[in-house]
């Protein structure tokens, strides 16, 4: 087993040192022309743009969100106090890349998945997550499918959930759960009467102390809008997920004067086919006073909270040329 695990040390610093020349190489270019993006690099190798050493991990007693570059999908790892809940994990053509990145985290089993609503952006590798790890507990929104429906969940997974011995818990407004220090608490999620099955999405703030991360899933302005008129001002967070991958559909004026945040992660793919993220969203971060951060650009984002500060690396700026 040692010599297994030094193999393959050995041969994820060589596979890293590629990646950092191939970065440097992409650094002068400016990430542009016939080049690979940050995220083709990672969709076809499997694997993050920086050493293992080189991922920034939070003290004790601090915060540590990190939004993993997995193309056009989301998934949102939370950390306090050595206790983990994912948020969503990405396509299934992100499989490799996100097991990879749990496991250079240090994550050895996760408090709690949530997975937002049943679109295969947000659901792909749900069972992958379930058989790698020990998960607590499996968090899902309220949802029966319509007779015009397409979105499913993943296949038997609530067969994989009860194989893993992992609690499904259909989650409701007002549903805390703590992690480490800090809480998240269930905001919004699944209606009978939504709109869409975007609308259905979990809406969740995490806090701890002073620090607020709102992550609202796929939910376009109509749940918003609920949001808004149950929460109002309550909504203000230090960080928020951009709603739908920075879509026009979700975002609104109104909601992001509310919720104020000091950064937004929009995690969406390069060049992707919807346009995302849309201009009227990023207009809209940029009223608010939001610094702008997006996996497309920059990679996976790692937003660390301590001493009542916010920074920020990003994939990029941890694989560019020292000056």
Known sequence: MMNKQKGWRIAAAVLAGLLLLSAFVIQLAGGRGPLPSWQQLRAALGVPL????????????????????????????????????????????????????????????????????PHADHTGNARAVLSDFPVKQLLLPLWEPGADDTADWPRQLAESAAENGTELITAEAGDCYPLGGGTLMILQGGSGDAASVNDISLCTMFTAGDFRFLDTGDAEEAAEQRLLDTYGSALHAVLYKAGHHGSYTSNSAAF???????????????????????????????????EVYRTDQEGSLTFLWQNNTLSVETTADACAPAA
């Open 256 to 290: 992001l004067q509310a919720v104020r945040p000091a950064a937004v992660a929009v995690s969406c793919g390069l060049d992707n086919d919807y346009g995302h993220p849309h201009r009227a969203a990023l207009e809209n971060f940029a009223a608010a006073g939001a």
């Open 50 to 117: 920086r050493a293992e050493e080189s991922v920034p991990k939070p003290a004790p007693g601090s915060t540590a969100v990190y939004v993993l570059d997995v193309g056009q999908g989301d998934a949102v790892l939370i950390c306090q106090d050595g206790a983990y809940c994912l948020i969503d994990t990405g396509p299934a053509e992100a499989e490799d890349a996100l097991l990879y990145d749990l496991h250079a985290l240090d994550v050895e089993s996760l408090d709690y998945l949530v997975l937002t609503h």
